[in-house]
């Protein structure tokens, strides 16, 4: 997936300019999921300020999910859950690379309930191509369509396509705490 990302600042007068425009530079194609993309592309902390910091701030993140007061901006691309299921499915390779991959984010994934997890986030999401299905911890779940959008109040959940196509979608995840 390649996904093309403009980024504006201000000049030495303070004037808006173009600082970049390239293609997104942390992309993932998954080797053992096949079909899984993602894409990070961009991360404030907390406290962010404007004009912001040079740099690439995806670059240097740490964790796929936000401190509270923080937020990320994502792409990810859904292959179709039969993969998961296909003989040569490695779900050891595969939990390795997740963890690799999307650091803070892998490790909220439960390993006795496939693609179930729950992040301190309010999360902004919006399939943007194919379809997919929003799963909660009680197994209810609602199928989405191209341009539904979920605000996602820190819920456990899981997102499972059982379609035979992919499915991609952007996430804006907004950190949070959680009420004890």
């Not at 390649?2 to 390239?22: E, L, W, Y």
């Not at 998954?30 to 300020?49: D, I, M, N, Y």
């Not at 997919?132 to 539904?148: F, T, V, Y």
């Amino acid at each position: 997936m390649t996904i093309r990302r403009i980024v504006t600042g201000h000049n030495a007068a303070g004037k808006s300019v173009f600082v970049s425009d390239s293609e997104a530079t942390r992309n993932t194609a998954f080797q053992h999921v096949r079909g899984f993309v993602t894409s990070l592309l961009w991360e404030t902390l907390p406290g962010a300020k404007v004009p912001a910091e040079a740099g690439d701030p995806a670059v240097a993140a740490t964790s796929w999910v936000p401190a509270p007061g923080g937020s990320n901006l994502m792409f990810i691309t859904f292959p179709p859950d039969s993969v998961m299921g296909s003989p040569d499915f490695d779900p050891a390779a595969a939990g390795g690379e997740y963890m690799a991959v999307l650091p803070g984010l892998a490790e909220k994934f439960e390993m006795d309930n496939p693609g179930m997890h729950c992040t301190d986030s309010v999360d902004y999401a919006v399939l943007l191509e194919g379809e997919i299905h929003l799963e909660l911890d009680d197994g209810a779940s609602r199928q989405l369509a191209p341009k539904d959008v979920v605000i996602q109040n820190g819920t456990r959940h899981a997102w499972r396509n059982k379609s035979e196509k992919p499915a991609t979608m952007l996430f804006v995840l907004v950190g949070a705490q959680r009420k004890l």
